[in-house]
């Protein structure tokens, strides 16, 4: 058994009649265009190694040309590989018989098309419950089954119209319907969502995500949209003429991108969104430690005066967080020479944030707090803080 | 006529000889077949009322098309009647029938076979334009040799002039079904013919009735030419005023295949393009009926 729900192994897809010549080339580190130059092969896919885990959502980018069509169209074979192993559930899709390929593809794996690919003459409800009759059902319990889906994904009322009658995002459901009809553990979609504009897009991957939380299944996602790669993928993977050239999570890109083609892919994408709290954070508020003994209001007002800042944090003797105060409210305090204790009355609470926090939760806690807010790691020790014009610079790029 | 310096006419005679010598047998019973097909054809046109045969036409021009061609169909007809051509228009109506039939009983199988094989596509493709392009009265002299005289040449003749559209729209039609629904087929798990019979027959079916559309309008232009060969019908009339020059009997007999022309065209047509939208019409009319309740 491999590790993994789908496991490619040194894939191969070459078009034309020497594939094995090309493949030996190549190996031997030939160039694509060399290879179809001497031999006149296409090399579609070359090499690709990767493996999906059960229930992850893997999203696989690229141009068009890089191969990623075809790719995934070696993973349920509708297309012959020239080399290389795919293995499902630990059973190898290439070397399969014809016959336990088509009770593979009826039992455990469904499609979704970019043109959505509907049977034009049949009803909504006899679309969604194709792969059911394909594979033996009765009639009645086949529409039973399709109308259940139909349900899922909202298009109950419509399941005695006709494909052309439906907008494109309606036609996708039905589409989508279809592939859950057969209750696969893995799905293939094929730049599912890219014929449709960007609400329905946006629509249609908020549905995708509402559906795998019922009920987690594999799902390849082919894609040339960055900002839906991001949105809906647990992984990603990056194709460049037909070769793997970056696998990870989409954090793990953004971070460390592999080349200049992968990070010209988030050039387009304000990657900003994707920051966190602890990627936000910076050392930009002095800290004073409360060991046992609270810090001195007028040495805190000096320190600040010397720093030229405006709010110092207070953290206990184990790094936590124990409270915010500001140069203000010092001033206040010791306002006739008469120094005091900053401790607990005094301070100001805030709920330090963790380091994971997304963006769009920091802003919403900057805005609503009137100073810097502190940030904590998974320990709950004190790690860093955030202030708005820190935000503003890094969000800038630094 | 110059001279010949090549005698490829002897060289087909001599084969069509051949072929009498040896196989005549065989030419025999497909002559048979033919005939007694075409006969049946005929027999069940016949057995209805002229009223009722009639009222059928009408009836699907109503269905199909709507009222205003349904009104031209019945005033066609009791025109055709009227003027005393009824009998040899449902002659030549059966003898169009059994050949297209007979055409798309042969020529849909090769369509979806020449869809499936680059190789036999290529190998008919010739063949159907010649089977096209030689001049129509030109297949009547073998197939009467082959055949004898009477209905059985003039079906066999127009077989092979009718069928090339419905072999060459098939084929077209199966090429043409969009790639990602022939692998949607494939990725639910379709077997070959399930394939065929549940993806690329039902989305290439537009082009398909295309075909036959076609096939029924040569075939009808066929038999008329049949005629020469004593098949009957319209033709019959069509001929016998062009030996006569009479020009008033040229035009009824003319007027009665033209206007059922118009008519077999117009029916068949129908299917090909608006089998879709009729269907959806009666279903969304069924629905809300339904959703209402």
Redesign the interface.
């Known amino acids: 058994m491999k590790a993994g729900k789908i496991v490619v192994e040194n894939l191969y897809k070459v078009f034309g009649d020497k594939p094995q010549e090309a493949i030996e080339q190549s190996k031997q580190g030939w160039s694509k265009d060399k290879v179809l130059a001497e031999t006149g092969a296409v090399i579609g896919v070359s090499d690709v190694s990767f493996s999906v885990e059960e229930g992850e959502i893997f999203v696989l980018m690229g141009l068009s040309g890089s191969g990623k069509s075809t790719l995934i169209r070696l993973i349920n074979r509708l297309i012959e590989p020239s080399g290389g192993d795919v293995f499902i559930d630990g059973h190898n899709v290439a070397k399969m018989s014809k016959s336990e390929l088509i009770s593979l593809r009826r039992r455990d794996m469904s499609m979704v098309f970019q043109s959505f690919a509907l049977m034009p003459s049949r009803t909504v409800l006899d679309n969604a419950a194709f792969g059911l009759e394909v594979a033996g059902i009765s009639r009645k319990e086949r529409e039973k089954r399709a109308m259940e889906v139909l349900k899922e994904v909202g298009l109950e009322t419509f399941a005695q119209m006709h494909p052309h009658e439906l907008s494109g995002g309606m036609q996708q459901r039905v589409g989508l319907a279809r592939a859950l009809a057969v209750n696969p553990s893995m799905m293939i979609m094929d730049e599912a969502f890219s014929a449709l504009d960007p609400l329905k897009r946006r629509e249609m991957q908020d549905l995708l995500l509402e559906l795998q939380k019922i009920h987690r299944r594999t799902i390849i996602f082919v894609s040339h949209d960055i900002e839906e790669a991001m949105r809906i993928g647990s992984r990603i993977a990056i194709m460049e003429g037909g070769k793997l050239v970056q696998v990870g999570t989409p954090q793990e890109l953004v971070d460390n991108p592999a080349n200049d083609y992968v990070r010209n892919f988030f050039d387009t994408v304000d990657t900003n969104r994707y920051l966190t709290a602890g990627q936000l954070m910076a050392n930009c508020v002095p800290i004073f430690v409360h060991n046992g003994v609270a810090p001195d209001a007028l040495m805190v007002s000096q320190k600040l005066q010397e720093l030229d800042k405006h709010y110092a944090f207070i953290v206990d003797e184990h790094n936590r967080f124990y409270g915010s105060i500001s140069l203000e409210k010092i001033a206040l305090l010791v306002e006739g020479g008469q120094s005091c204790k900053l401790d607990q009355s005094r301070v100001k609470q805030i709920t330090p944030v963790p380091e994971d926090m997304p963006l769009d939760k920091v802003i919403e806690r900057l805005v609503t707090n009137e100073g810097p807010i502190p940030v904590v790691g998974g320990n709950g020790q004190y790690s860093g803080a955030i202030s708005k014009g820190r935000l503003l610079t890094r969000m800038q790029g630094e | 006529m110059s001279e010949k310096k090549l005698d490829l006419g002897t060289w087909v005679n001599d084969g069509v000889q051949y072929l009498l010598d040896n196989y005549s047998n065989g030419f025999e019973s497909i002559g048979g077949v033919v005939s007694s097909f075409s006969e049946g054809i005929e027999a069940i046109l016949m057995l209805p009322p002229i009223w009722l045969l009639i009222a059928i036409f009408v009836g699907l021009g109503l269905w199909r098309i709507g009222v205003k061609f349904a009104a031209f169909t019945a005033v066609s007809f009791t025109l055709i009647f009227l003027t005393g051509f009824w009998e040899q228009t449902v002659v030549t109506l059966g003898l169009t029938f059994s050949a297209t039939l007979i055409s798309l009983l042969l020529g849909i199988p090769l369509g979806i076979w020449a869809a499936k094989s680059e190789r036999v596509a290529t190998t008919i493709r010739p063949i159907l334009d010649f089977m096209q392009t030689m001049p129509a009265f030109v297949y009547l002299i073998p197939a009467a040799m082959l055949f004898g005289l009477g209905r059985v040449p003039g079906i066999i003749a127009t077989v092979i002039f009718a069928m090339p559209p419905a072999v060459r729209l098939t084929s077209l039609g199966i090429r043409q079904v969009?790639k990602?629904?022939v692998?949607?087929?494939?990725?639910?798990?379709?077997?070959k013919i399930?394939l065929l019979l549940?993806?690329q027959l039902?989305?290439a079916?537009p082009s398909i009735m295309a075909g036959v559309n076609q096939t029924i309008m040569m075939a009808l232009s066929m038999v008329i030419i049949a005629s020469m060969v004593g098949a009957g019908g319209l033709g019959n009339d069509v001929l016998a005023s062009i030996q006569r020059l009479d020009i008033g009997l040229g035009f009824e007999s003319g007027m009665a295949v033209v206007l059922l022309a118009i008519i077999l065209d117009r029916i068949t047509e129908s299917f090909g393009t608006k089998?879709?939208e009729k269907?959806?019409a009666l279903?969304?009319w069924?629905?809300a009926k339904l959703?209402r309740q």
Do not use: D, L, T, Y
Not at chain 2, 183 to 191: H, I, K, L, V
């Open positions: 969009n990602e629904i692998e949607a087929g494939q990725s639910f798990g379709c077997s399930q549940k993806v039902p989305n079916m089998q879709a269907r959806n279903f969304s069924v629905s959703q």
